[in-house]
């Protein structure tokens, strides 16, 4: 493989610039205590707005597509498909400001530093930011990657449903979008070459270790499950120990259940988790009747993924059986992981070699974008670190200091990219 090449003459990041924007984009919030910007919500949508309006202040062609994500494009000197990055900008609730949007910010800035340079480059450099990525909202995660991909279209998109009962077809309507004419936003290998996401770490690998980038081998998939358990409400003083069907205590022995099943020696790296629990009705003194638990189940490997899935399904229908309840479960997400490119690994790993950046490689427990077009487009990440390992909290933290070394690691591996790919000696070719 021929040298990778790394453009000396960068301009350096711009911490100011970063922290102004992650300001900026923290204010599109429903709650003050931590960001609240849920998918297809007019804060979401507000937020792609000042992507976009930034962008084009900028001179970049900006537009969004029929599923809600935005892109900006720097075009390339040559005809050429395209290098992009970028990552999401909704939240979980009460959420920290950096899941996602570091990396929208990170590519706001690699643009600022392309366009000021006036960098050479053959390939158009596009600037994206991801709608709908947290599942927070529906249950699934990753709704604007995942039409991207091809791997979601119209029907599916009325068959997701938040908790009030808003699919995501009639959630797209209210802000303006139209969930009949998704397949539209389709990616394909003749208009993309490449995708590197910057995104934060979400764990303290990188921090614990002092190290100030990671580059991402793989990606965690995800099994989420709907449990209903249906019991007998009653009053918490008249009816005995003995004649109940607590829906809450069986909900409580499933939840420990799930620690247990991913505690075990044959599960290291499982990750179960009861993210959330309702009851009816929903009094101190009422006996609960019925209870509502979100599960998420995540690994590094896929077989022990679903067989944990398999096992705790197959557990909660006994201890439900043996408490007098009956139970349903729905399956609300299902995702692989994901191993990415080694080529793509390497390339940023040469930029990092060539610029004496210290990094790391390691896996990803949280969900991406980048794993939904990983399957249609070649994808690399770059992790920059969380402070305390923290995320989906108001306190999640990354310093603008190491946002700004990722941000220029993300801007040179573009152009090493850039240099390399489709030039006929392609590092992909070689790996
Ligand atoms: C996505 O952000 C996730 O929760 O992994
Ligand atoms: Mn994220
Ligand atoms: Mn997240």
Request: proline share 4%.
């Amino acid at each position: 493989m021929s040298p990778t090449l790394v453009e000396t003459s960068l301009p350096p990041v711009d911490t100011g610039r970063l922290t102004h924007l992650l300001t900026e984009f923290a204010g599109y919030s429903e709650t003050t205590h931590g960001v609240t910007r849920l998918a297809y919500t007019p804060l979401e949508r507000g937020a792609h707005r000042m992507f976009t309006d930034e962008l084009s202040a900028l001179g970049l062609h900006t537009w969004t597509d029929a599923a809600g994500n935005s892109y900006a494009e720097i075009a390339g000197g040559g005809p050429a498909r395209a290098i992009g990055t970028g990552s999401h900008l909704d939240t979980v609730p009460n959420a920290g400001r950096f899941d996602g949007i570091a990396g929208v910010v990170a590519a706001m800035e690699v643009a600022r530093i392309l366009v000021e340079s006036d960098a050479r480059h053959t390939h158009p450099i596009r600037f994206v930011a991801f709608a709908g990525e947290e599942g927070a909202r529906f249950g699934q995660a990753c709704t604007g990657s995942r039409i991207a991909a091809g791997l979601l279209d119209s029907p599916d998109l009325a068959d997701l449903r938040d908790t009030r009962g808003v699919s995501v077809a009639d959630a797209m309507r209210s802000v303006g979008l139209d969930p009949d004419r998704v397949s539209e936003a389709r990616w394909s290998t003749d208009d993309w070459a490449a995708f590197v996401e910057l995104h934060i770490e979400q764990g303290n690998v990188l921090e614990a270790q002092a190290i100030p980038v990671g580059i991402v081998e793989l990606i965690s998939g995800s099994t989420r499950l709907r449990l209903d358990l249906h019991g007998r409400a009653s009053h918490t003083g008249g009816t005995p120990m003995h004649q109940r069907a607590d829906a809450m205590t069986a909900a409580a022995e499933i939840t420990l259940l799930a620690e247990e099943i991913a505690t075990d020696a044959r599960h290291h790296g499982t990750r179960a988790t009861v993210g959330r629990l309702e009851l009816e009705p929903g009094s101190i003194t009422t006996i609960p009747g019925t209870a509502r638990l979100y599960v998420d189940i995540r690994d590094v490997d896929s077989d022990r993924q679903r067989m944990t899935a398999v096992e705790l399904m197959n557990g909660a229908r006994s201890i439900c059986e043996r408490r007098g309840l009956t139970l349903d479960i729905e399956t609300l997400g299902d995702t692989s992981p994901v191993v990415l490119p080694v080529w793509l690994r390497r390339k940023i790993a040469d930029v990092c070699t060539t610029t004496g950046t210290r990094y790391r490689v390691l896996p990803s427990g949280a969900s991406h974008d980048s794993q939904m077009i990983n399957k249609v487009v070649p994808a690399g990440m770059i992790f920059v670190p969380s402070r305390n390992g923290l995320s989906h909290v108001p306190d999640e933290w990354t310093s603008v200091e190491d946002l700004a070394v990722g941000t220029d690691l993300l801007a040179r591996s573009l152009l090493a990219l850039d240099r390399e790919l489709d030039s006929g000696t392609t590092a992909e070719a070689t790996c």
